[in-house]
């Protein structure tokens, strides 16, 4: 059985945005509200998920990460704006 690997964007209660890559895309987030996940995220939430990319391949999917922190802001925004290459599964 092949692995998603995911990029995905929280929007922290502060408004600021964080950037992540995980294969377990539900628990990654219950992580980030128990505040055991990044650094950047603790004290930050609640969160809302605002942004989501699949890949077959670990490596693509980190590339589209560094890629996606590498972008000012209003691009951020842009990308979460118009839902380039967001793959929501529905389960």
Sequence with gaps: MAT???VYMLECKDGTLYT?????LEERIKMHEAGKAAKY???RG???LVHIETYPTKR????REYAIKRL???KKRELIEKGNRCDEDSE
Excluded: I, M
């Design 4 to 6: 998603n690997h995911y």
């Design 20 to 24: 992540g890559y995980t294969v377990d």
């Design 41 to 43: 995220t603790r004290g």
């Design 46 to 48: 609640p969160f809302r």
């Design 60 to 63: 693509e999917a980190l590339q």
């Design 72 to 74: 000012p802001r209003a």
